[in-house]
Each structure stands twice: as structure tokens, then as C-alpha cells.
């Protein structure tokens, strides 16, 4: 008897309804468990993702100081002045208040900057357990070639710092097991029941996450019900209606655009070529020659695997990939007010792909074990990587922010941060340092977002002029492309309203007019950073 419910894998239709299908190597098959598919060897790599950020106090990702300086004017609005009057708060419902909303049961027991750092540092290894559950799910067991995917826990959006983003998209690969199993099981009215809630508390981290999770729900029922391949509208009206359990953010996500209006729905940056060269930067760290010779390595293995024949495309997941694959291309580079929609999709599509990839009936045992050796290799020399790197990012964050308590409670800060070229390869990731002044010292930092509706806090200090919120911090080296004037050191030093701040805080500048400091009170320095204290004094009586 075939087996029933809506989300059966394909694979699994002509099995008995209490098995699971079982493939890979004739050993396996036999009832044998390969080294990889054991699941130790699946623990050991979850807690494997984890090592990276073990040690930086401040996980030294691009955005992330910002958005700490947010959470703590979230949680102490009240209580300091200088947020009250040059910060605008309101808490709405909206698709991006993952971690904002995570902190603050967590602040009172762990602290601000520790509870966050705990958070940061479960993303990698619950996005690896997503990848690792999916495939068993998918597949029946892990294959060698899931472990290709596991180095895109690493990816670019991340290490810009899109936490929301990145804890959504751990959530959806949880998840996306979860739905497939009950679907499997035949547990159709449960699936219902629980989906409805998960789907809007996976909204409410951020909307991206609910959106991967209903195309990969609606691929998986597609994939299943469309066996003869002769027509897909039947299939794919039926796909939709099994998953509408997932629908309950849709009335969400219209209530917010209404209520917040064009500037959360602003979108611009179709169709780019960024769209390709985006491909080349999966992997983008710190060292280019590694992080392409990663990729290279990555790709190489994923096509050897698929020349060999002894694998194939898992129609789930592979129908899946397609559908993220359009979405990556119909994305907008800005939707809703948030930046590089169309590029934090990629890391994640890439992912799926892999994942689809199941042995083939009679695959060889010894492609198997090259395959699962190999990326066993790649997983260990990307992990090593990242923990070098990310060290180092940190003894940088460290040098810059120990002029943070040189900086008096309360004071009004006005940073410039020295930026590469963005065609650099290599991201410094101090653009948002100073939001750590207001995390620690309740200070006015002008890099805070200001983008009405996609987050509760919005800079509000018209007398900074355009040093209100960010990219005011940004100082682009002279000779960069495309530089705007106002990002040149001179003109940003010159045009800063002293008397709406009580610092000033060179991070890492391209060399500038001394000239344009004078009257300032320098109060610390290490190589070219530099914390000048502003002093009001009152103008003299008129004679």
C-alpha cells in the first residue's frame, strides 16, 4: 500500500507507510551506518560551527555593534535623557524583531553585549542542524555531499551582520523538517495546527525566513504531487493549498506596509550584474585567494559528484533550488527598506542545491567516501578560517574600542569612520563601532539606521544636520570610485555642527586637514584613531 499524506517524498511513494525510504552504498543498504551518517558525527559538526566565535567578546560582524546600540535604547529609552530627545521609538509589529525581541528576557540574567554574543553564536550550529535534518528528511540518511553545504553557515550575509536575517533562515531550515516529517506521517491537521503560530513567530524574526520556508513547502508538495509531469497547474494550485498553514504573515506583512507606508515599501535594484558577481563572493571573508579557492573547491566537488553519476537530484529540494533560484533573480537589491535582499537569498539557494543531491541506486562506496572525506576537509579548513579571521577582526574591535570609556554617560557622539574602497575584498567591519558608545556608555552615535518602520528606533536629532544617522559615519578614502564629496575627510570634518556634539572619533581615517581639528580636545589616540573632546564654552558678552 502506497504510502499516504500530503507531504510523502517522492521517492517514498512506493513504500509501506512505516518505512522510510532507504538508500546510499550497498553497505548501507544492508543496514550498515557510514561514519557520516552517524549521528555523533552530526553532533560533533553542529557543535563544530559554534568554535569561530567562541572567542570574540563582540562577534566583529559589519552591522552588529549597530544593532547593539539599538537594543540598548530599546531597553532603557526611559531612563536616559539623551535617548528620549534624539531618538524616536515605537513598537510596532513588524518582519525584523528576531533578536531585538530575544534580548530582553535575556538582558537582566546575562547582560546586553553577553546575551547577544549567545545568540550570535547559535546561529551557525542551528543553521548546520537545519541543513543536516533536511537532508536526513529528504534523503532518508545523510549523504557525503550535505557536507558541502555546511560551510555556507558562513556566509556573507551573515558576516555583514544581518542577525535577524541569519536567525530566520537558521528557524526556516529547522523547521522545514519539521513540516516535511508531519507531512510524511500523514499528520495533516497537526501540521495545520502547529504552522500557524511557527509561521508567524518565524515572520516576526524577519519576513526572508517565512519567505524561503513557504517556497521550499510549496517545492516539497509540488515535487510530490506532480509525478507525471503532464500538467503542473493542478499540482501547483494543490501545492498551494497544503500549504496554507503558512499564510496566517501574509494579513501581517499587509497591516505593516499599510500602516508604515512607501518608506517600508521602497524597493529598488532589479535586475544587476551584481546578480552574477555575487556567485564569486558566497564564501567572501577576509583572504580572497582563500575564499575563492574554497569556493572553486566546493563547486569541483559538487560537479564530480554529479558527473559520477552516482548521484542524483532529489525532486523536493532540486524543484526547490529552481523556485529560489527565480526569486533570487526577480529580488529587488532593496525591498522594504532593508538592503541586499536579492544577495542574502544566494548563500541559501546554494545550500538547497547541494542538499538535493541523494546516491543513486548501486552508487559506489568508494566515490561515497572520497566525496564524504573531501568535504569533511573543506568544512574543517573553511571552520579554520573563520576562527583565524574573526580573531583578528576582534583584536581590531578591541584596539578601536578602547577609546569608549574615554566618553563621558550621556555624551552626544559624532563618528567618522575611515571605510575601504568596497571593492576590497576584505571588510574591516568598523563601520557601525560606534553604536558600542551607545551600548556602553548610553552616548548619541550618529550610525544608527534611519529608515522609518523597519525597526523600532529611528535617530531623531535634526540639529546633527545630515551627521543624524548612517552612512553620516562613513569616510571613503579620496581615490575610491565613485566617492561622493561629502565623504572626504576634509569637507566631513569641516561641516560638522560642533555645537550639537560633545566628541569627536576618528576611526581608522585617511589622512586629513589638522587644521580642521583645531580648537578640540584630543583625549586618546592609537595610530591614526583619534577621541577629541568638543568644549562648549559660552560665547563672550557683547560689549
Not at 517514498?12 to 543496514?31: E, H, I, K, L, M
Not at 507531512?183 to 524574526?205: K, N
Not at 510549496?218 to 515535487?223: D, G, K, Q, R, S
Not at 499599510?258 to 515599501?265: I, W
Request: aromatic share 10%; glycine share 6%.
Amino acid at each position: 500500500m502506497p504510502c499516504a499524506g500530503a507531504a510523502a517524498p517522492v521517492e517514498a511513494r512506493s513504500q509501506p507507510c512505516n518505512r522510510r525510504p532507504v538508500r546510499g552504498t550497498p553497505a548501507t543498504r544492508a543496514g550498515e551506518r557510514a561514519w557520516w551518517e552517524s549521528p555523533w558525527f552530526a553532533l560533533a559538526l553542529v557543535l563544530l560551527a559554534a568554535v569561530p566565535l567562541l572567542y570574540p567578546p563582540v562577534p566583529p560582524l559589519l552591522d552588529l555593534p549597530g544593532h547593539i546600540g539599538r537594543y540598548r535604547i530599546q531597553l532603557e529609552y526611559e531612563s536616559w535623557p539623551v535617548f528620549r530627545e534624539h531618538f524616536r521609538m515605537e513598537r510596532s509589529l513588524i518582519g525584523n524583531l528576531g533578536f531585538d525581541l530575544l534580548v530582553i528576557p535575556l538582558v537582566p540574567v546575562l547582560g546586553l553585549e553577553t546575551a547577544v554574543r549567545l545568540i550570535v553564536l547559535c546561529i551557525p550550529p542551528m543553521t548546520v542542524a537545519g541543513f543536516l535534518l533536511t537532508a536526513r528528511e529528504v534523503h532518508g540518511r545523510i549523504p557525503p555531499t550535505a557536507l558541502l553545504a555546511l560551510p555556507l553557515a558562513y556566509n556573507v550575509p551573515f558576516h555583514f551582520g544581518f542577525v535577524n536575517f541569519a536567525l530566520a533562515m537558521a528557524f526556516a531550515f529547522l523547521l522545514l523538517p519539521l513540516w516535511l516529517a508531519l507531512g510524511r506521517a500523514g499528520r495533516l491537521r497537526l501540521r495545520a495546527v502547529a504552522f500557524g503560530p511557527l509561521s508567524l513567530l518565524l515572520w516576526l524574526t524577519h519576513m526572508s525566513g517565512w519567505g524561503v520556508l513557504c517556497v521550499l513547502a510549496f517545492a516539497a508538495e509540488f515535487a510530490r504531487l506532480d509525478g507525471s509531469r503532464r500538467n503542473w497547474l493542478v499540482p501547483a494550485w494543490r501545492a498551494a493549498l497544503a500549504c496554507l498553514p503558512l499564510a496566517p504573515p501574509i494579513l501581517a506583512l499587509l497591516g505593516w506596509r499599510l500602516a508604515k507606508g512607501p518608506a517600508v515599501s521602497a524597493t529598488d535594484g532589479w535586475l544587476s550584474l551584481s546578480k552574477l558577481t555575487n556567485f564569486a563572493m558566497l564564501l567572501r571573508d577576509r583572504w580572497m585567494w582563500f575564499d575563492l579557492a574554497s569556493l572553486a573547491v566546493l563547486a569541483g566537488l559538487a560537479g564530480y559528484a554529479l558527473r559520477s553519476r552516482a548521484f542524483a537530484l532529489a525532486g523536493p529540494l532540486a524543484t526547490g533550488a529552481l523556485l529560489l533560484l527565480a526569486c533570487y533573480i526577480v529580488l529587488p537589491h532593496r525591498l522594504f527598506g532593508g538592503t541586499y535582499a536579492d544577495m542574502r537569498v544566494l548563500p541559501y539557494l546554494c545550500a538547497v542545491a547541494l542538499l538535493a543531491m541523494r546516491p543513486s541506486p548501486g552508487a559506489s562506496a568508494s566515490v561515497m567516501r572520497t566525496l564524504a572525506v573531501a568535504g569533511l576537509c573543506l568544512v574543517l579548513a573553511r571552520t579554520g578560517g573563520a576562527t583565524a579571521s574573526l580573531y583578528l577582526y576582534s583584536r581590531e574591535f578591541e584596539r578601536e574600542l578602547a577609546a569608549v570609556p574615554h566618553i563621558a554617560e550621556g555624551a552626544r557622539v559624532v563618528a567618522l569612520v575611515g571605510t575601504p574602497c568596497r571593492a576590497d575584498w576584505t571588510m574591516r567591519r568598523l563601520d557601525h563601532l560606534p553604536g558600542l558608545a551607545i551600548a556602553r556608555r548610553h552616548a548619541f552615535a550618529n550610525d544608527q539606521w534611519q529608515v522609518p518602520g523597519s525597526q523600532w528606533v529611528t535617530p531623531d536629532y535634526p540639529q546633527a544636520g545630515r551627521f543624524e544617522a548612517t552612512p553620516s559615519q562613513h569616510i571613503r578614502l579620496r581615490l575610491c570610485p565613485g566617492t561622493n564629496r561629502w565623504q572626504t575627510i576634509d569637507r566631513s570634518l569641516a561641516e560638522v555642527p560642533r555645537t550639537a556634539f560633545d566628541y569627536l572619533w576618528l576611526i581608522r581615517p585617511p589622512p586629513y586637514d589638522r587644521s580642521l581639528v583645531a580648537g578640540l580636545t584630543p583625549v586618546w589616540r592609537s595610530g591614526s584613531s583619534m577621541l577629541y573632546r568638543i568644549d562648549h564654552r559660552p560665547e563672550a558678552p557683547p560689549l
